[in-house]
Structure formats: C-alpha cells, structure tokens
C-alpha cells in the first residue's frame, strides 16, 4: 500500500466514524427530555396521554428457529396454530383469545407509538391466555439496546382457559433513556402449547413530539422495508409545514444539503412518497419543521435511516389457509396435488407441499401452476435471481426431472434443475436459484405465471416415480452476500472490504495470544469455591454452597468446574448474610467461565437478594444477554440504580460462549471506581459509582435477576476489596504472569497470533473489494 493510500484510508475513517455518529445523533431536545425523566423518576405525564397498543415489532426472537405457534382465531380450543406475531401484537389483536406462545427464552420488542408515560393507575397491561403459572420477564426499552427490568408477568394458576390481566406502574421509575417499548422474555414453560401465551400488550402512551418531528415509519435502523414504503411522521407541536432531505448518503440530509424537490418543499402533509425504493439499499431521511407564524427559525430533525429489502416476495405461502383461501385456488394442477404444509417450513409457518408423479411411457408428468393477475414485471436491473427453496423426503421413488417453468404469455422457459437428483430425497431446506438472464426470449416486465414440475428424466426413456416435495420462499432478489464468496479481510460480513473491517482491525491493533502481565499475589479471599466436584467453600471461613436443581462437574480450569443447565439450577451460598456483612464499600468478584453455544441467553452468572417488583439486587452479573454476541452487566450498590451500573455489548460471542474466560468485576464505592476485568486485562471502567454494598442476606450462583445460567463456572472467588490490576493478573494467570490463548479477533489475517501491520497489508490489498453473488 502507498503513503497516499494509507492516508486516504485513515482520513475516510475519520468520515466514516462521523457518519456512524450522525446516523445516530440523539438531539438536543430528546436529550433534555431522557434528562427530566431521570430527574422526575421517570414520570413526564402529558396531556391527552392514552393507552395503546404497539405500533411496530422490533423483534420475534425463536431460538429453535421453527416457526411461531399460538392461538387462533376460531376459539380458545384452536391452539397450537402457526401465526405470526406481527400480525397478532401489533395493534388491536384479531380476536380477544387470539395469541402468541413464548416458550422458554423467546422473547418479542413492541414499539410503541410514542413514549411510555406514567399516568393515574397502571400504566402497562398484559394478558396472557391458558392460567397455568407461566412467566415472563418485562422490560421497558428504548428500543434500541436500553433496558430496565420491571419485573416478572406471572399468569393465574388453576389450569383454566381464562385470561390475565398483569399490571405494572412505572411512577417513580428512574430512567436515562426514553422508554417507547417493551420486551417480554419468557421463563417458564406451562399451559398446553406450552409457554407464555401473550395475548396483547397495553401501555399508556405520549404521542406527542416536542419541537423535532417524531415517530417516523420506517421506524429508525428499520431492516427489509418494501421497496413501496411510504414515510411517515409525527409533527413537531407547533408545525405547520415540513421540509423534507432524503437520499443514500449524509451529504443528502446534512446542514447543506437541498430538500427535496417534488413535492415543492415546505409541505403541508406528514407523508412522503420516495418512489421506487433500490432493493438493499440503506436510505437517510431527515424532517425539518416549520412554524408559518415566524415564532420559530425551522427546527432541523434527527437524521433517520431504513434498508430497504434485498428480495421481492412472488410467494411465501403465508397468506392461504384451508377455508377462505385455500391454496389449490392460487396454484392449479396437472396430475398431482398441492396442500399446505407447517412442518417443515423454511420461511415463517408455511410451505407447499407437492405431491407428485411421473412414467415416461405414458407420458404422465405432475406440474403446479400460479397464475399472476395482473402480470408481475421482473425486468429490473437490480433483479438478478430467481429463487426458490425446495424440501425432499427419503421416501421418494425414482430419479424424476425437477423443473420450473416461466411465461410471459407468448413464450416458455423451462428450466430444469441443474443439481443432484438426489437432491429430492434430502430431508433439508436447498436453495434452487435461476440467473434472470438466462431466461432469454421472456419479456420479464410481463411475467404471467411460474410452474413447478416433476417428470421423466429425458434421458431415461424407462424413469418413473412419485413422492413429495415441499415448496417455501420464492423470491425475486438482487446481488447478495453468501458467506463462500466473502473477501479474507471482510469481519463485518457484507462481502465488502471496508471501514467497518479497518475498525475491527484498529480495534485490536497489535493484540497477541501471547500476553505477560505484571502481577501481584492478592490477599485471601473471602469465599472461594473451586467445585471440584462439590461447592464447598476453600477459604476456610466455610461459606459453604448448596446444590439446587441438578447441577453436574465437568473438566474445568483447574481440575473440575460445575455445569448449570439453564434451568432453575443454581448454588446457593448457606450463610451468604454474614459473609456479605464484612463487605460495605468495595468487593470483588473473579471466575472462569464458558457459556454452552445454547438458545439460553438471558444467563444470570451471580446475583444477591431480589424480589420482582420490589426489590433489585445489589450485586447481579450477567454475561451473554439479549442478542448473539450479547451484552454483558455488572450491577453492584444499593439501592439499585443505573449510576451503579457497569455494562455494554460484547464484541465477539466468545468472549462468554464456547471457550474458558476468566472474569473479574470489581468496586470500590469509597472511589466510586467499577471496573471488569476479561483474561487479565482491563476490559471496561466507570467512575460515579458511590452507593454502598449492603442489605444482602441471600447469595446465588448461576442464577439470578435476568434467569438462568447455562454453561460452566469454575474457580469462583469473592473478595472484601477492590483487586488492583497485577493481583486480577495473577488469579486470571494462577500466579504466572503469563496468559495465552488464541485471539478473538477475526482479524488475524496474517494467523500469527498478533496483530499488527503485516495483517494491514493484506486488509489494504483487499481494500474496496465486494464480492456479491451473482
């Protein structure tokens, strides 16, 4: 790389990282207002405040990655059915007993119209279907990585079909965010579907904006918009007009940047027609408002983006069902049979199942076939592929000839399927994707039906055979990224070198496996459990631990570790009152831990005393919550506040899930210092946090506030100070000074186990590279 790449590459970074914190910029009005509601506990009533159902679902998280079930709209008997949860949370539900079932550790967001207000009674309503003790975890957020736990939903428990109604108030709450959504993370299983069975979600809303527009549709960061997305807003309170900037790049929507033209800016309405959306492309917008009195300068807007979706659906075989709009009435057949199927299914609940046959001799194949009214155009430039994916059985007989076949009304294209015949016996979902320019002599802007067929292979006059396959996601889709084709140096996974991947890379420059740390012998701790193959406690002050659940030891660090499963199991620490007494003003907390690669992902590693919806725990340390790679926690002083909280996102997944790690939280309160400490090294810091270490008479480990721990713990050490570097140095090295292990970063391109400029130069080759597919 050249003196005058190198620069160019560090001075767009520069760019780019303003552009990362403009696309996210929080205006000084919003600040003001997440301001007065820490100050006010929470409480910013407004007039007109009402009580509304979501607006929009932020997430459906199914760990299983099946699809969703519930309850549906014929009676509280039509249970388990598939459904989808946007259709059924978001807004009025369909029927008062229609719902949702969250298993254990799914979990869905609801956003909200505007901001969560606290008003006269209760503010959040729940109901859940089925009474059978199911429970659920309810967190206010605001929507965009903020959250505060208000405690757990618990259904009624006489094992009757009957709703109830949970109630939370958030007066006195102290917040430093704008809460405008709410997550429910399921616990426990029960019922017969069996889970937490939401049936709606309720919550007093302020839906007014302050001096900025507000609400916009798509929602900030909103993903697969459709392509003939409308924008939306809520106007400032004294607007009269708006003045809209739109476009793909910052230039388009910063201070010099010219509104759009058509319509004639300022407008009067709150809505803009952007007009054919490029699929997969990130757009910003921005709304600035006008007051025609001349009382107020415009007001200029937040900067808010959306990506519009990469594929157009032709068919996801979601809309039918088996008495208003059954499938046979969409996809005619010639010897054969189509139903739907819910098991398997690739996308959300549904797919077609096909039922075919075929005998050379006679001439007698099996084909279905969607007509399209009015036609469909194809001929896009940014369309590439047609894609579909296609399920086999086992059982199926005979090596047939699958096939798609296209018409514009004039002419066919038959294109048969170039991969293994054997392909139709798989018992897995398998992309079928046809290259749009391959179809020649089809007018694509006039597409009048597609066909799927199974007959004789050609070549083999005797072929015969029957069975079934299942049809799923057909789709229209543009050049995307697979993860075969991407460049060495892309870590972001955009099959693009770019400054996302020179972050990465700047982010653990000159890292190495091979670390020696100055270290210090630490004095003795207070409690030290080491479970081999029991909790006892070494230190000799014999604050021993009792087992519940079913907890087993595996290989640890050092000789055996113990293994909680994530459900309910835990330690318990027999005399935690007295321990935790010796403990005023500062504490450290160090282990070994490896999360299992698991669904469970609201782990609890140790929590104090906690009772949902009255009292939060002094001490709760969670790693690996939410989201892959997930967040890690470390609350610690009472009474429990967000000054006494120490927390972020984790990098990589492997920094709690899938190898050992050796972790130390500590806290001075003295100092107001809080510090975590990852493999040796200091990891993240904070000041301002005072609150004293007291009132703790119960102590947990592998479970707690936000659920239960899955994976292992060894070498679990508790101390009556704050650990200096070198003495978390040498517990984390057993008195060493030397830590080794393999690095986390993926940008070890050079793989020798250090990061430096020879990794840069294989980056730079690579720089601007894109790789897509086709």
Known sequence: ?????????????????????????????????????????????????????????????NPDGGCWSGMGVRGWWDWPVPVVPEKWLVGPPPKEYTGVTLPTDHWVELKFRGRIVDGSGDDIRLIELGQCGEQALVFLTDGIGQEYLLGRAKALSPGEHAPTNIDFNISGISLPFI??????????????????????????????????????????????VPPDAILTWSPGYFADKHIIYFGTSLSDVDEDAAPVGDPPQPQDANSFDPCDLELGKTYVWR??????????????????????????????????????????????????????SNDPAHGCTQSMRFHYAFDYERLYYSETTRAFSPPQDWASSDLKVLELFFYGLAGNVGDGQMYVTLSDGDANAVVPYDGDANDERVQEWQPWRIMLDSLAGLNLANMVSISIGMRSTPDDPSSSGSGTVYFDDI??????CFQNDRPAADFSGNCAVGYEDLDEMAYSWLDRAHNVY????????????????????SSGNDYHGELFGEPNYAEGVYGQAIRFDGNNTCVKVIGA???????????????????????????????????????????????????????????????????????????????????????????????????????????????DANSPISGITLFEIGSGWYGAYDGLIDDFRIYDYALAHPEVAYIATNGTGIFDQPLMSPADLYTDDLINFKDFAILADGWLDQRLWP
């Open 287 to 340: 709304i600035d408002e006008v007051d025609l009195s001349g009382t107020h300068d415009p007001v200029t807007g937040d900067v808010w983006s959306f990506t519009v979706a990469d594929c157009l659906v032709v068919d996801n075989f979601e809309s039918y069902d088996a008495i208003d709009n059954p499938i046979s009435d969409a996809w005619a057949v010639h010897d054969g049979s189509v139903f739907i």
């Open 1 to 61: 790389m050249h003196g005058a790449g190198f620069v160019s590459i560090v001075a767009n970074s520069a760019l780019w990282l303003g552009w990362r914190v403009r696309m996210k910029k929080v205006s000084p009005l919003a600040s003001a207002i997440a301001s007065l509601v820490f100050a006010l506990g929470g409480t910013v009533s407004a007039l007109g405040a009402t009580m509304e159902y979501p607006h929009f679902l932020l997430d459906a998280y």
């Open 518 to 537: 100055p270290i210090a012998a630490p004095n003795a701790p207070l409690a030290w459990y080491k479970f081999d193959e029991d909790c006892n406690d």
């Open 179 to 224: 809460p405008c959504a709410i997550r429910l993370v399921a616990t426990t299983m029960g019922g017969g579907s069996p889970g937490f069975d939401i049936a709606n979600v309720r919550a007093r809303i302020d839906g007014g904006c302050g001096e900025t527009a507000c609400n916009p549709h798509p929602i900030d960061g909103e993903e697969n």
């Open 577 to 687: 009152a007295d321990l935790f007494a010796k403990i005023s003003t500062a504490v450290t907390i160090a282990f070994w831990q490896n999360g299992a690669d698991s669904p469970h992902h609201t782990d609890t590693l140790c929590c104090s005393n906690y009772t949902y919806g009255v009292d939060n725990p002094a001490i709760a340390i969670n790693l690996g919550c939410w989201r892959q790679p997930g967040k890690y926690r470390w609350d610690c002083g009472y009474p429990w506040s967000f000054g006494n909280r120490l927390g972020g996102d984790h990098r990589y997944k492997s920094e709690w899930s899938g190898r050992w790690n050796h972790w130390a939280f500590t806290k001075d309160a003295d100092t107001g210092i809080m510090q975590v400490f990852l493999n040796g090294a200091l990891y993240d810091s904070r000041t």
């Open 475 to 480: 789709r229209l889709c543009i050049s995307r």
